[in-house]
T-cell receptor, first 117, second 113 residues
Framework: GAVVSQHPSWVICKSGTSVKIECRSL??????MFWYRQFPKQSLMLMAT?????????EQGVEKDKFLINHASLTLSTLTVTSAHPEDSSFYIC?????????????FGSGTRLTVV | GESVGLHLPTLSVQEGDNSIINCAYS??????FIWYKQESGKGPQFIID?????DKRQGQRVTVLLNKTVKHLSLQIAATQPGDSAVYFC????????????FGQGTELSVKP
């Protein structure tokens, strides 16, 4: 159990375009989803926390107008990188959290490699 | 606090040896800790967790030790195998902060056959 599906696994886009990344909890309902970004050889940096039906809470320094997060249901959250630029190239990872479940604490998606050219 | 911007330290061990990976966490209010394994190009994979009311927990070939006095966490891997080669992260959670999980710096483990 506790599977999180993240799509796409990789994407290449042109500078100035927008890219949407989906994160789905397949066999449980996620009360909260988290979005991280990771640069090569570095740790995961938390970008934002999203709760179903409410606005996301962004970490300090993360532009909410650039990284749009929608959490429309208990099984789906999306991250849209708007007007992408080469410096947005990174590995984006989502995590779904279900409170109360045994070790459902945090289940991670497989990540999305974004390359902006 | 977060460790963004720092590059990963590395640990190289011989196959069959025991590995010890260390982590210093930042917040004394953290009450739940998790060790993750991350292989190249993949998401983090849960290894073992521990709550702040414990100081040791054992799994299959892995042991986590928690020292709250010095805010230190360690992961011990017994009889390390080539398949254990990966980056290992500790993560801390503060229950009253919306459940968010903050990752430590990470250590790259390389196992020589």
């Amino acid at each position: 159990g506790a599977v999180v599906s993240q799509h796409p696994s990789w994407v290449i886009c042109k500078s100035g375009t927008s890219v949407k990344i989906e994160c789905r909890s397949l066999d449980f309902q996620a009360t909260t989803m988290f979005w991280y970004r990771q640069f090569p050889k570095q740790s995961l940096m938390l970008m934002a926390t999203s709760n179903e039906g409410s606005k996301a809470t962004y970490e300090q320094g993360v532009e909410k107008d650039k990284f749009l997060i929608n959490h429309a249901s208990l099984t789906l959250s999306t991250l849209t990188v708007t007007s992408a630029h080469p410096e947005d190239s990174s590995f984006y990872i989502c995590s779904a959290h279900a409170q109360g479940g045994v070790n459902y604490g945090y289940t991670f998606g497989s990540g999305t490699r974004l390359t902006v050219v | 606090g977060e460790s963004v911007g720092l590059h990963l330290p590395t640990l190289s061990v011989q196959e069959g040896d025991n590995s010890i990976i260390n982590c210093a966490y930042s917040n004394s209010a953290s009450d739940y800790f998790i060790w993750y394994k991350q292989e190249s190009g993949k998401g983090p994979q849960f290894i073992i967790d521990i709550r702040s009311n414990m100081d040791k927990r054992q799994g299959q070939r892995v042991t986590v030790l928690l020292n709250k006095t010095v805010k230190h966490l360690s992961l011990q891997i017994a009889a390390t195998q080539p398949g254990d080669s990966a980056v290992y992260f500790c993560a801390e959670n503060i229950d009253n902060q919306g459940g968010k999980l903050i990752f430590g710096q990470g250590t790259e483990l390389s196992v020589k056959p």
